[in-house]
């Protein structure tokens, strides 16, 4: 079949996981836009439905053959990541890209956090990119002559910079969590290009999407000083972030590997 260059995915399958909000509802609906068959798994069965029934009716209007099928799946237990990574490849036949954007930060200073809650923090950061890996990567393998699979792992300006704002709870689980999977790409990335896949990490700053309101980052206090170190001086949209995930997806960005990539508006720059 004839590509179509509109459709910068066509061909290939993704696995997205957190699709019913923010930035992996924004990845779902442009992924299926661009022609990609996606398995785009979440928490909340009716939210992973209400978006993948969203970006299907998008794929239809632009005609580009791409497809969302929403699963119930929380990828912080193991059988159930299984589960989303072989629906996946079961329903579609392979896997070309994985997209670990699913993640849940726990805010605290270091001497309020117990041993346990900081175990589950650092687990709620690093385990869902894990488990997504470890099942996805034996349907990733590929002959490097031939073709290259992607994964896209999500880190965080706050796994690159101190991002302590007033108003807010110590952050050192979530840094030390991002800074985890920022490490763990790059590892990964050395490890599996004999394996024709490449790894690379982006890096949000502050987007705007829901976690902002569910961890109290959204207060005027906090949107000021956020401001304060931002050389663009806004919030990111969701979109802008499913954008550089589709560019790290697609084959237009085949000499991309091991790399974390920011998209913070210039806040790890200052
Ligand atoms: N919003 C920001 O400012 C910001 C900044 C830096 C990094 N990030 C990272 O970006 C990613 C997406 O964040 P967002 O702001 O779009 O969040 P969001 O809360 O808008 O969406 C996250 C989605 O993931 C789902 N989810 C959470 N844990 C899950 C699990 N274990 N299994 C399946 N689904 C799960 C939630 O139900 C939700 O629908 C996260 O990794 C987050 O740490 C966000």
Known sequence: MERDGRFRLAGKVCAIS?????????????????????????????????????????????????????IDANVFVEAEAERWITTAVDGFGRLDVLYNNAA????????????????????????????????????????????WSSIINTG????????????????????????????LTRSLAEEYAPAGVRVNSISPGSIDTPSLALADFDADEVLAAVKEKLLIKRRGRPEEVARLALF??????????????????GWSAT
Request: net charge negative; with cysteine; aromatic share 4%.
């Open 248 to 265: 790290l997806a697609s084959d237009e960005s085949s000499y991309i590997t091991g790399v974390n990539i920011p998209i913070d508006g």
């Open 18 to 70: 957190g699709i019913g909000s923010g930035q992996g509802q924004a990845a779902a609906i442009l992924f299926a836009a661009h022609g990609a068959k996606v398995v785009g798994c979440d928490l909340r069965a009716e939210r992973a439905h209400a978006v993948a029934d969203e970006a299907n009716a998008g794929a239809d209007a632009a005609g580009s053959g791409g497809e969302v099928v929403g």
């Open 104 to 147: 849940l930060g726990d805010f605290g200073m270091m001497e309020d956090m117990s041993l346990e809650r900081w175990r589950t923090a650092i687990g709620y950061e690093l385990d869902g990119v894990f488990l997504g890996c470890h099942y996805a990567l034996p349907h990733l393998r590929r002959d490097p002559a031939d073709s």
């Open 156 to 183: 965080s300006v706050s796994g690159m910079v101190s991002t302590l704002l007033p108003g807010m709870p110590g952050g050192m689980a979530h840094a030390a969590g991002k800074a985890g999977v920022i490490g």
